[in-house]
Every structure is written in structure tokens, then in C-alpha cells.
């Protein structure tokens, strides 16, 4: 029997007004949707005594009204599981109130791994309660790299891992987290905001690892994300990103800020494989090619004990 004109009025009606329901539901579901993303990279200068060094990297955790610590503790079994060889913070674990700080590290301090668990701080942090997030960091003996770093060692050979302060609430020095690092020493720089990365002047940085724009949280096919906190716009948004002197990568995070939804941007764990430099410098490369290649991407598995 064919629909009667009025009759099909009144059903695309009901439906678009359902729409922004379903869209809200569909982002409270996505928000939850965690995956495993796995990416391999050259970091210049690594010695072939790190080739296949493995780095677990969560950010913008953001434990609070949006995220509870069940989830948190899933995120960080999984994490476990993967087995990584060194794990790093991106910053901002709590959102809204610092009395989430006791409960987020209760949880972190699960998190091990054979050559240590470093973090930064990210603006949320000055916001919510600075004292309560570096206690909270102690407590689960993740080594805070303020505008500092440490050497990683492995048969003789090394490299640097480092971490500045946060860009829009504390004071980022480059040049102390680098410290004694020689040209051919190998540097990972931790920056909670990618913008650092546009303004390094220093080659020694090959590669900077930060979160803080959620990956845009809320991408609309077609346009992209609405609004991106970062100077450079959609520059730094996600991913893999070819900055003036060093190559970054901009993790989407787990947690949320603003509204309590995702859309088209999951939250994710970043699996990160660093590899020896076989090869010229990415900046050095024909456009287009920057010497990092990423990996299949598998479903996160909240169930995963």
C-alpha cells in the first residue's frame, strides 16, 4: 500500500526531529568507544639499540564528570597488556575539580613499564589543582618531566626523552628539557600543546608527542572540527603533523572537555613503535613523505582483563 502524502510528511518530520537526538546519543556512545592505535616511526639519530622500542602514550585523560574511573581502569589494563616498553603522560588528568585527582592516580599507578612512566602537565592541571595532580603523580611514581628530561639506556647506547611545562598556563623551556643532548643524540619531546612544536628552533627535537586538541572531539563530515584550541587551526588537530623542524604527533586522548560527547573522533591509546634512522631526515625527504608510516588500527575492548 503506497504512503499517503500527508502521512509521509508527518513520518520526515518525526524523523528529522529525531536526528539531534540520535546524533547526541551516537556521540555519548563514541565517547566510550576506545581503541588501540598502532603507529611506527623514525625518530632521528636512535640507535639500533632502541629499534622497536615501543612508547604507550595517554593524554587528556580527563577523569571527572565525563569519564569514570571503571573506564580509566579498563584504559589502563589494556595498556598493561600491550606491554609497552615506556609509558608517557600528555597532560590534564582531571576535568572541572581537583578532588578527581586522588581517584585518577589511584588508578594510573597501575601503569608499569620496563623503562619507566613519565608525564607532563597540561593547562587543566593549573586550573584544577596543581598541588593535588603532582602529589596524585608521586604517589602513582610517574616521574613528572618539568621543563626537564632523562636518559633512557640500553647496551651502552642511549637517548633522551624530555617534557616541557604546559604552553597556556605555565612556562615551557625547550632548551632545559633538552639539556646535555649532543647532535647525534636521539630526542623525544613531551608538549602537552602541539603549538610548541611551530615555534622549535632547536634540531635536536625528532619528534614531539601531544594531545590537548582532542583530535577536534567533534568532526562534521565535510568541514571538519567546529573549533580546534590551537593557534595554527586545523594544522594540529590529529595525527601525524610535518612542523618547521621536527615531525609531531597529536594523539585524539581519552577524555573530554566542554561537552560530553565525540563525533567521528574516537578516544584512543596510542601505541607508538620508534625505529632506528635508516634513512634521511624527514624535512630532508621529497614533500609528502615524512618518514613515519602507521599501522592498522584495532578496536579497543573494554572487556579486556
Not at 627535537?205 to 586538541?213: E, I, K, R, W, Y
Request: charged letters at 20%; hydrophobic letters at 40%.
Amino acid at each position: 500500500m503506497a504512503m499517503k502524502r500527508r502521512d509521509f510528511f508527518r513520518a520526515a518530520a518525526s524523523a528529522t526531529a529525531a536526528a539531534p537526538v540520535l546524533g547526541i546519543c551516537y556521540g555519548f556512545a563514541e565517547s566510550i568507544d576506545y581503541h588501540v592505535v598502532r603507529r611506527s616511526v623514525v625518530l632521528p639519530r636512535l640507535a639500533p639499540a632502541f629499534d622497536g622500542t615501543t612508547v604507550a602514550f595517554l593524554t587528556d585523560i580527563h577523569l571527572g564528570p565525563y569519564l569514570a574511573p571503571d573506564t580509566l581502569a579498563a584504559i589502563v589494563r589494556t595498556t598493561r597488556i600491550l606491554n609497552p616498553d615506556l609509558i608517557l603522560l600528555g597532560g590534564d588528568y582531571t576535568l572541572r575539580d581537583g578532588s578527581y585527582a586522588g581517584p585518577c592516580f589511584d588508578v594510573l599507578s597501575q601503569l608499569q613499564a620496563p623503562l619507566g612512566v613519565f608525564g607532563v602537565l597540561g593547562n587543566h592541571d593549573y586550573i584544577h589543582g596543581l598541588d593535588a595532580i603532582r602529589a596524585g603523580m608521586r604517589y602513582a611514581r610517574i616521574a613528572e618531566l618539568h621543563n626537564s628530561g632523562v636518559w633512557i639506556s640500553r647496551r651502552g647506547e642511549r637517548f633522551r626523552v624530555c617534557g616541557v611545562d604546559d604552553l597556556w598556563r605555565g612556562h615551557p623551556d625547550v632548551a632545559a628539557a633538552i639539556g646535555e643532548t649532543r647532535p647525534d643524540d636521539a630526542c623525544l619531546l613531551v608538549s602537552h600543546n602541539p603549538d610548541v612544536a611551530e615555534t622549535l628552533t632547536d634540531p635536536r627535537v625528532g619528534l614531539v608527542l601531544s594531545g590537548h586538541t582532542h583530535g577536534g572531539q567533534v568532526v562534521i563530515p565535510g568541514y571538519g572540527p567546529p573549533m580546534i584550541p590551537s593557534r595554527y587551526g586545523a594544522k594540529y588537530a590529529y595525527g601525524f603533523v610535518d612542523a618547521p623542524i621536527t615531525q609531531v604527533l597529536v594523539s585524539s586522548g581519552i577524555g573530554m572537555s566542554g561537552i560530553p560527547i565525540r563525533m567521528n573522533c574516537r578516544p584512543e591509546i596510542v601505541l607508538l613503535t620508534l625505529h632506528a634512522d635508516r634513512s634521511p631526515h624527514p624535512h630532508e625527504m621529497p614533500a609528502g613523505d615524512y618518514g613515519f608510516r602507521t599501522t592498522k588500527v584495532r578496536p579497543y575492548r573494554p572487556l579486556l582483563t
